[in-house]
Every structure is written in C-alpha cells, then in structure tokens.
C-alpha cells in the first residue's frame, strides 16, 4: 500500500501541475488507465484493488485540493462530478466516507 500511496500523491502533484500552468484536463482517458493499469499491477487481490479503487476516489480529489491551496473537499463549477455533488454535499461527504472506510475494512480483511 505504500507504493498506492505514493502513486496517488504523484499523480495528484502531477494533475496540481497541469492545473497550476492553467492546463485543464479535458480528457482523463489516459490517466484512468495510467492508475488502473497501476493498480491491477501492484494489487494482490481482488479485494485488494477494490480497496485502492475506493480509497483513490475517497482520497485523490481532495489531495488535489490540498496542493491546489483549495478546502479539503472543494467543488469547483467544471467537472461533471463537482457540478453534481455541488448540490448534494451531504452525500458526497458520505459517500467519500464510506468509501475510506469500506477501503480499510477491506485492507483489513486481506
């Protein structure tokens, strides 16, 4: 999991970059199986992966956030995900939150 971890903050450093230069990503086809290549390359399990699956969706963006000097769970206004949750953030709260949690328990498990 240490390597999880580091492939995370690298990839979210890279995407701060990107940002930082005023470089949107319109497409995240090829970082989306950059990490899932990644993943099913280092995991030893299918509960393993599932695992990393859901600690990187509960963790990813809000690490972004941090390098960006954003709050920990900012929205912003462009992206699908952010315009939906935008209204829900209850629920986008809860989701990340069960999503760190399943993600334990199933390090746990293993």
């Known amino acids: ?63 972004l956030n941090v390098f960006r000097g954003k709050g920990f769970n900012y929205l912003g206004n462009t992206a699908k995900w952010d315009i939906f949750f935008n209204k829900r953030k209850n629920l986008y709260i809860t989701i990340k939150v069960l999503a760190v949690v399943v993600g334990i328990g199933l390090i746990i498990i293993e």
């Open 1 to 63: 999991m240490i390597y999880f971890a580091a492939f995370l903050l690298l990839s979210a450093w890279i995407d701060f970059e990107h940002l930082a230069d005023n470089d949107f990503i319109e497409s995240h086809v090829s970082r989306w199986l950059l990490r899932g290549v990644f993943m099913l390359g280092v995991s030893n399990s299918f509960l393993e992966l599932a695992a990393m699956v859901l600690l990187w969706m509960a963790c990813f963006d809000s690490v």
